[in-house]
């Protein structure tokens, strides 16, 4: 069974910078697609950056320039650095994998960034 647990939210201010740590079990992390995603009250959730097994990342357009994913597969953690953070960035971000044709999500963390 695949878990995934993420860590790391809290309360910043406007400007300021938090890291989420995604760890994950009960799956060969190395060759595994990880993925944030974020949920804002009363919108979709919405992806905010992949990285794939060899590296190559991809980050939707509002958090380019400000976030960095990154893996670290020795300790099967996947990271969320986020800087400059705006108060629009303030969700629940999500962990996300598949794993032979199942997708799993952590329990989420809260962020929230006052102005």
């Known amino acids: 069974q695949v878990q995934l647990a993420e860590s790391g939210g809290g309360l910043v201010q406007a400007g300021g910078s938090l890291r989420l740590s995604c760890a994950a079990s009960?799956?060969?992390?190395?060759?595994?697609?990880m993925a944030w995603y974020r949920q804002a009250p009363g919108k979709q959730r919405e992806l905010v950056a992949t990285i794939a097994s060899g590296g190559s990342t991809y980050y939707t357009d509002s958090v380019k320039g400000r976030f960095s994913i990154s893996r670290d597969n020795a300790k099967n953690t996947v990271y969320l650095q986020m800087n400059s953070l705006k108060p629009e960035d303030t969700a629940v971000y999500y962990c996300?994998?598949?794993?032979?044709?199942?997708?799993?999500w952590g329990q989420g963390t809260q962020v929230t960034v006052s102005s």
């Open positions: 996300n994998t598949k794993f032979i044709g199942t997708v799993y």
């Open positions: 009960g799956t060969i992390f190395s060759i595994n697609f």
